[in-house]
């Protein structure tokens, strides 16, 4: 699509204004309901359906589909960014009244970085074709070390922070406690940095790194760089209520791993076949259409064998536990919530 710089300021606007709507209504630090979750999880999504059905209409049946398609890839691996997001919240011990907003101000620093992601790879496509290619095997890679980390009976059980959040605590320094909602404060004379700017940092430069493997994904189903820009917001924005409202189903997800790999090996082939085509090579280009579907199939398949799977090693673990294995588990986590108040961060 042909985007005017009238629209793309539009839409920067609207986003922007919904965005301090969403940090208006959750700037009193408190613990998030599930139904409060649930409420704003159905309104982010409803808005992303109402903007791609008005690229339906005003843009086209291709340009809606492309949106639909990279919404909800983008929508997909970012659940698969929650069980990082839980482990960050454990590592730091946030409380869980702070979690939203951690969740808030990193997920918007995410989607900054990630702005810059895209521009660099929409200017990387315009000026080299070839690209594709190397996108292409990147996410073919991606999907067989998806697969290779699934099968493995190694779990990451805790955060490990990277080079830049410790050497931004070696140079400001960190307080032992959380102040509120502060990110800063004045200790004996310096200005040291607060538990609750560290998470922050965490949460939005973690994110940075799944955008390697997100981003090249969604230029293979569109290449417009409108459509990648307002896919990812959508899929990002909503992704604080989406914490909440599934924290506790997330370990039940346990083929989510197999299902994305699936979806990037697919879109990784896609790319392979545009670039060839786009080399005179006669080879079949997979659609819009069938793209949409198989990333819906799979994505549904992977979620019902995933519950089923979560039902059956739940039953085995009662049936092995014996007479009152379940109370004794009920009884575990009770004296564990009210020890720290974090057992739901745990898994």
Not at 178 to 189: D, M, V
Not at 289 to 295: D, E, H, K, N, Y
Not at 306 to 327: F, V
Request: aromatic share 10%; with cysteine; hydrophobic share 50%.
């Amino acid at each position: 699509m042909n985007i005017s710089l009238t629209v793309w300021l539009l839409t920067i606007v609207a986003l922007c204004a919904l965005i301090a709507v969403d940090f208006f209504i959750g700037r009193k630090p408190h613990d998030v309901s599930i139904k409060e979750a649930g409420v704003w999880t159905v309104v982010w999504v409803a808005l992303a359906c109402l903007f791609g059905l008005g690229l339906l209409i005003f843009g086209g049946g291709k340009q809606g589909g492309e949106f639909f398609a990279g919404f909800i890839t983008e929508k997909s691996l970012s659940v698969d960014n929650l069980f990082v997001f839980v482990l960050i919240m454990a590592k730091f011990a946030v409380p869980t009244k702070y979690q939203q907003r951690v969740l808030l101000i990193g997920v918007l620093i995410a989607l900054v970085l990630r702005t810059g992601f895209i521009l660099a790879g929409a200017a990387m496509i315009s000026s080299f074709s070839w690209i594709f290619y190397i996108f292409g095997a990147f996410l073919i890679y991606t999907a067989w070390k998806l697969i290779q980390e699934a099968r493995s009976d190694e779990e990451d059980e805790e955060f490990e922070e990277n080079k830049l959040l410790k050497s931004l605590e070696r140079r400001f320094g960190v307080a032992d406690r959380y102040h509120g909602t502060k990110l800063f404060l004045r200790q004996n004379g310096k200005r040291i940095m607060t538990p609750m700017l560290v998470v922050i940092l965490a949460i939005g430069t973690t994110d940075v790194l799944f955008a390697l493997d997100s981003i090249p994904a969604i230029f293979g189903l569109t290449q417009d760089p409108y459509i990648v820009f307002t896919a990812n917001a959508f899929a990002l924005m909503g992704l604080r209520q989406l914490y909440f409202l599934i924290g506790g189903l997330l370990r039940k997800l346990v083929h989510l791993s197999y299902g994305l790999s699936i979806i990037l090996g697919f879109i990784g082939v896609k790319l392979v076949l545009h670039a060839l085509h786009e080399n005179g090579v006669h080879v079949p280009e997979i659609s819009t259409a069938v793209s949409l579907g198989v990333i819906v199939l799979v994505l549904a398949v992977t979620t019902v064998t995933s519950l089923l799977a979560s039902r059956k090693q739940e039953s085995a673990a009662r049936d092995a536990a014996g007479p009152g294995g379940e109370e004794g588990e009920k009884n575990a986590a009770r004296s564990s919530r009210d020890g720290d108040g974090r057992a739901d961060l745990r898994r």
